[in-house]
């Protein structure tokens, strides 16, 4: 059964220009430059979560990263990332299209080196939502593993694409993963969407102790 959230971002796929969304980034360099301070191998399994049509999958795929899950719970916006990289680039990714806080055939536990999410979490506006993502969270990524996340700060929007959305800082996303996590570095950025409106977020890089 597809769920009301699964819906509204099927939609928005698929009414929507990719390049016009109000969270599309020609090159994902925030991202991109905690990643490359986290020392992966390419082997490392890299988990992007919420990776709708994003450009950095692409990004990393040229850069020889080669053990990438891309994970959406929009079937159309995976398909849309799959044209856009191309059937040789797509095919060595693992696409799934799951709920990140009740998922299937995601990652096996400890598989994931790095969880990389940018607005995700922050449309996870109920406690029991937000407990199941950390529960996924903390069942595939490995000890000393990273896990980036990047959300809507608290001078960002209240809303996005009609959705309520709640708000972080660094102290707040280092309260809700917990001790087993350290918080290594952390940054304000103020996103501009293709329309010129600027979307003030928070990227955090933390590594996850035991």
Not at 77 to 102: C, F
Not at 106 to 133: K, N
Request: aromatic share 10%.
């Amino acid at each position: 059964m597809v769920s009301d959230r699964e819906k509204h971002w099927n939609k928005v796929y698929e009414k929507g220009e990719i390049t016009r969304l109000g969270w599309y980034e020609e090159k994902a360099e925030q991202s991109l430059g905690l990643i490359n301070t986290c020392g992966l191998h390419p082997s490392d399994c890299i988990l992007d979560v919420g990776s709708g049509a994003t450009t950095l999958l692409g990004s990393l795929l040229r850069a020889g990263y080669e053990n990438i899950i891309a994970t959406d719970l929009s079937a159309v916006a995976l398909e849309t990332a799959k044209k856009r990289l191309g059937a040789d680039l797509a095919a060595r990714v693992r696409w799934v299209v799951t709920d990140i806080t009740s998922p299937e055939n995601l990652a096996a536990p400890g598989e994931v080196s790095l969880w990389h999410d940018r607005a995700v979490l922050h449309f996870l506006i109920e406690e029991e939502q937000r407990q199941a993502y950390l529960h996924t969270l903390r069942e595939v990524v490995r000890p000393e593993g990273y896990v980036i996340i990047a959300a809507f700060s608290l001078d960002g929007a209240k809303k996005c694409s009609g959705l309520d959305v709640y708000n972080y800082d660094a102290a707040m996303l280092t309260a809700f993963l917990g001790r087993d996590f350290e918080l290594k570095k952390a940054f304000d950025y103020i996103y501009h969407q293709p329309s010129g409106a600027a979307r003030p977020f928070i990227y955090t890089l933390f590594r996850r102790l035991r």
